[in-house]
């Protein structure tokens, strides 16, 4: 007995389901190779700083905690972790106590020790900012093709590995549609940093109104010891950007949208900073706001934010069998 026919119901829907697989085999994106048919060795990172709390423990460094919850999330939670196996690169000054580093490290981080760069000179909105620059230093990391950067504030509501392919996270070629500064360092043949919009009012649309500026809390790159000298000799021309915000508005003028090296612009849906809930609802990955606070008049964040990151926090907190004291 043969098998039995085919439902014509069944028949008529095996068109449209090739078409869905085709579509999602064309229009998924797919990370980039070297190539010599290799993958590209790519990271995830973050900055650690010393704690400037008035009394540093272990129960008050906030920012270790926030680091702690992006490690689980990258590496951990099965909603947001890397299905490459893609490291966590957690940068640390001399002055990080030695039990951070080894409890970031049993959690699964790779630790990157480095110094501090001469900073005397800048002028930060505030003194916790003083060490910034030093998320310059990921440009030295030459180990690695790729790297997105997350600052230690930032929650994943998606995985991010997708990142990596983005058309602003590939390679670019150096333009020659700007006059050079004689009293700038060389620039690079060729660079990648891509990143997103900066957002400056918590009642933006979705997707927000693009910007010719851009928040330094999120962006892919690529390491280069030339690309990292041009920066460093843009230490002696600090009136050609504002210290208030130093590393930021150091790249937002290295890589200004009208010079040789203009910024990609990643897709909006990656990353936002001042988030709203609805930015969820709509399918953001990831966001850049200090959840476990209220905010402020003007940078608010809404209990139901603070609701997701107190839940993450616990769960956080039950896997590595570790808590941090209440906050």
Known sequence: MGPPPRSPKVIYLLPFIAIILLYLRWFTPQLPITQNNTELKLAYATLLLPDTSSDP????????????????????DPRTRTTRAIPFLVLVTPDIPPWKCEHLKREGATIVRVGKLDVD????GHERWRDVMIKL??????SYDRILFLDADTFLFKPLDGVFADPAAQIQQTLQQASIEPDEGPLPASYVFGTSSEVTTASHSYPPVPMGYFNAGFFVMSPSLQLFSY??????????FDTTYPEQNLLNYAHREDRNMPWGRLNFSWNINLPLPRDVEMGVASVHAKLWTKGNELKPVEQELQDI?????EEMEIWTGFGSGRM
């Open 121 to 124: 000179w800048i002028q930060p």
């Open 137 to 142: 230093r990921l440009f030295e990391l030459l």
């Open 309 to 313: 990151w107190r839940v993450k926090r």
């Open 57 to 76: 423990s272990r129960s008050t460094d906030i920012y270790f905690l926030s680091t702690r919850i992006l490690n689980y999330q990258l590496l951990h």
């Open 231 to 240: 920066y460093l000799s843009l230490f002696n021309h600090t009136t050609r």
